[in-house]
């Protein structure tokens, strides 16, 4: 369970977090829960989505649920609306639901290149305009999860690249479009967090994993806590003047030379 950040106070706010029912996302919602916000968790899964709002229940002041798919906008239109509607305005939106899988770019079907640009760069569109008729305003706060490949290419990953590059500059156009509004808009780019299904899928080895976390400048992968940590600044007052920032929250990955390349993970 996330350990709130000293001076974290979310009571009363209503955050909604799509994607938020397992991964990186779960532990941006369980942050929030132990905060005391309000929440609405969105997901595929009917089954993710229950076990996520009984796990989140226990700390979060209220917390609600909606099955459905980012792709689906009308589907999407109506959580927002429901969630609005049951928990009031809406403070802060994280938008985190994504695919992925290495494939080289030779090998990659057109169906399996849509498919990841349609969930990450269309849903994540799809959230955030969904959201904008019940955003309060002035002071919302919008979150895109994004990744390194949205900054460099990488191989076997040509779809994630396109797909995360396209919801960096939906942040930057939309915080640039409803600044004015008093939402800011922002993203975080988080490096392999540990324990997740992403990781499990990158490393064939414990060799291969302990080689990559060698080249990191601090020398560990991710945790859940560090991105959770990353949303809660960025939803704060503390960052009130931040706004169309790609926030890179990597252990120094985007420092590394060539960044981390997936090729070993094809061979």
């Known amino acids: ?3 709130m950040m000293v001076g974290a106070d979310y009571s009363g706010k209503v ?3 799509a994607g938020g029912t397992s991964g990186i996302n779960l532990g941006i919602a369980e942050a929030y829960a132990s905060a005391g916000a309000k929440l609405a968790v969105l997901s595929r899964s009917p089954e993710r989505v229950s076990e996520a709002v009984t796990r989140l229940s226990n700390d979060a002041e209220t ?6 798919d980012v792709r689906d906008r009308p ?3 109506k959580a927002f609306a429901d969630a609005a509607e049951a928990l009031g305005p809406i403070d802060i ?4 639901a994504a695919g992925n899988f290495i494939v080289e770019a030779a090998d990659i079907s057109a169906n399996g290149f849509k498919t990841v640009v349609d969930i990450d760069l269309v849903g994540t569109f799809n959230v955030f305009h969904a959201s904008l008729p019940h955003l309060r305003k002035p002071g919302a706060s919008l979150i895109a999860i994004s990744a390194p490949q949205g900054a460099r290419p990488q191989f076997g990953q ?3 690249c396109a797909a995360k590059a396209g919801v960096n500059m939906v942040v930057r156009c939309l915080a640039l479009e409803w600044g004015p509004l008093g939402i800011r808009v922002n993203g975080i780019s988080p490096g392999l967090v540990g324990g997740t299904e992403g990781q499990k899928r990158l490393f ?3 060799e291969q994993e302990a080689r990559f976390i060698r080249d990191l400048p601090l020398g560990r992968l991710g945790k859940n806590d560090d991105i959770a940590a990353a949303a809660i600044y960025l939803s704060s007052d503390s960052a009130n003047f931040v706004n169309g920032v790609i926030l890179d929250c990597d252990g120094g990955l985007s420092l590394a030379e060539g960044g981390y390349s997936f090729r070993s993970a094809l061979s």
């Open 1 to 3: 369970m996330f350990e």
């Open 15 to 17: 955050v909604f977090v």
């Open 63 to 68: 917390c609600i649920g909606f099955a459905a």
């Open 75 to 77: 589907a999407v239109d």
């Open 93 to 96: 939106v994280v938008s985190g």
């Open 158 to 160: 040509v779809h994630v």
């Open 204 to 206: 064939t080895s414990e």
